[in-house]
């Protein structure tokens, strides 16, 4: 009886497994075949390569709190020059706080080291201030940058969108 | 014929290089800058400096007043009119019509490229650099800011 049965399960189970192996394989097969990864590589190709050329190197200017810079749609890339910060009703060169009486010697000691670090450049510096801010609080450094011999003052502004 | 069938019909393994991808991009968009800054120049004269005696250009004086409105006054011009007044309106500078009477000025006056700007007590700077970015706007290229 157990031969019987064995000589007759054995075939079934096999045959079952066969099938069962070959519905595993069409499904796979549907499955490899709807995920086309050409158009995902090429979108990501794509973004990255924008993302390189938008992220060209430039100069960056470190900005500090509480400070809404103008915009403006016609300006210059940074250039690296020195920065000058009015925040809180202060001068600040690197973080130090420069007051009023300090800023004609303070600014001709900067103009002095950018002439010694660019000899046929003409020394240039740039204000970051609040765009709120009243615009004759700033004219203290405008004066000092002239007594320094700094013809280029720049201004740190926004693109306006 | 089957081997070399296996041969040919090989599969690329693309999930490093969409990895790889993936990491690039994600560095890149971390990495990105999204608001730019950049500065407006102007070119401030200094002391020793003497325009006495010399052929001045013809230039244009921008005073931006206390109540936003602006006086331009011509130097250096052959035109009968030198002075003009834009008012502001609601309190806040005329913005498009500073804009387009710098764009027809400029076009009136081609030799036109130099410029002043004086900005008033309780003037804010962000007017003033707006105003700057006006003058520039209208191809107005040597663009000073008045210390006095």
Same mark, same amino acid.
């Given at each position: 009886?157990?031969? +019987?049965?064995?000589?007759?399960?054995?075939?079934?189970?096999?045959?079952?497994?066969?099938?069962?192996?070959?519905?595993?394989?069409?499904?796979?097969?549907?499955?490899?075949?709807?995920?086309?990864?050409?158009?995902? +590589?090429?979108?990501?190709?794509?973004?990255?390569?924008?993302?390189?050329?938008?992220?060209?190197?430039?100069?960056?200017?470190?900005?500090?709190?509480?400070?809404?810079?103008?915009?403006?749609?016609?300006?210059?890339?940074?250039?690296?020059?020195?920065? +000058?910060?009015?925040?809180?009703?202060?001068?600040?060169?690197?973080?130090? +706080?420069?007051?009023?009486?300090?800023?004609?010697?303070?600014?001709?000691?900067?103009?002095?080291?950018?002439?010694?670090?660019?000899?046929?450049?003409?020394?240039?510096?740039?204000?970051?201030?609040?765009?709120?801010?009243?615009?004759?609080?700033?004219?203290?450094?405008?004066?000092?940058?002239?007594?320094?011999?700094?013809?280029?003052?720049?201004?740190?502004?926004?693109?306006?969108? | 014929?089957?081997?070399?069938?296996?041969?040919?019909?090989?599969?690329?393994?693309?999930?490093?290089?969409?990895?790889?991808? /993936?990491?690039?991009?994600?560095?890149?968009?971390?990495?990105?800058?999204?608001?730019?800054?950049?500065?407006?120049?102007?070119?401030?004269?200094?002391?020793?400096?003497?325009?006495?005696?010399?052929?001045?250009?013809? /230039? %244009?004086? %921008?005073?931006?007043?206390?109540?936003? /409105?602006?006086? !331009?006054? !011509?130097?250096? %011009?052959?035109?009968?009119? @030198?002075?003009?007044?834009?008012?502001?309106?609601?309190?806040?500078?005329?913005?498009?019509?500073? $804009?387009?009477?710098?764009?027809?000025? @400029?076009?009136?006056?081609? $030799?036109?490229?130099?410029?002043?700007?004086?900005?008033?007590?309780?003037? /804010?700077?962000?007017?003033?650099?707006?105003?700057?970015?006006? !003058? @520039?706007?209208?191809?107005?290229?040597? %663009?000073?800011?008045?210390?006095?």
């Amino acid at each position: 009886m157990r031969t +019987i049965l064995s000589t007759h399960s054995i075939p079934q189970v096999t045959t079952r497994g066969l099938l069962l192996r070959k519905n595993q394989s069409k499904l796979r097969k549907s499955i490899q075949s709807t995920i086309t990864l050409t158009s995902l +590589i090429d979108a990501f190709v794509i973004i990255v390569l924008y993302l390189v050329v938008c992220n060209s190197p430039s100069e960056t200017m470190d900005l500090e709190d509480q400070i809404t810079l103008p915009q403006a749609k016609v300006f210059n890339q940074l250039d690296g020059s020195p920065v +000058i910060t009015f925040k809180n009703n202060q001068f600040m060169i690197d973080g130090q +706080i420069i007051s009023e009486a300090q800023l004609n010697s303070r600014l001709a000691q900067v103009a002095g080291n950018l002439k010694l670090k660019v000899e046929n450049k003409e020394p240039s510096i740039i204000l970051q201030a609040d765009e709120n801010v009243d615009f004759h609080k700033l004219q203290p450094f405008l004066t000092a940058s002239a007594h320094a011999g700094i013809k280029n003052v720049k201004f740190a502004v926004y693109q306006q969108e | 014929m089957s081997s070399f069938k296996k041969e040919i019909e090989f599969e690329l393994n693309l999930i490093p290089f969409i990895d790889m991808l /993936s990491a690039c991009l994600s560095f890149l968009l971390l990495t990105a800058v999204w608001s730019y800054i950049g500065s407006i120049d102007t070119h401030q004269a200094v002391g020793a400096e003497s325009t006495s005696g010399a052929n001045n250009p013809p /230039s %244009v004086v %921008v005073q931006v007043e206390n109540d936003k /409105s602006f006086q !331009l006054d !011509l130097k250096d %011009v052959k035109t009968k009119q @030198r002075q003009f007044k834009i008012q502001a309106v609601n309190g806040e500078p005329n913005w498009d019509k500073i $804009d387009s009477f710098l764009v027809s000025l @400029r076009k009136s006056i081609p $030799d036109l490229n130099t410029s002043v700007v004086i900005a008033k007590p309780g003037v /804010s700077y962000g007017v003033t650099m707006k105003t700057v970015d006006s !003058l @520039r706007k209208a191809e107005i290229k040597n %663009v000073g800011i008045s210390p006095i």
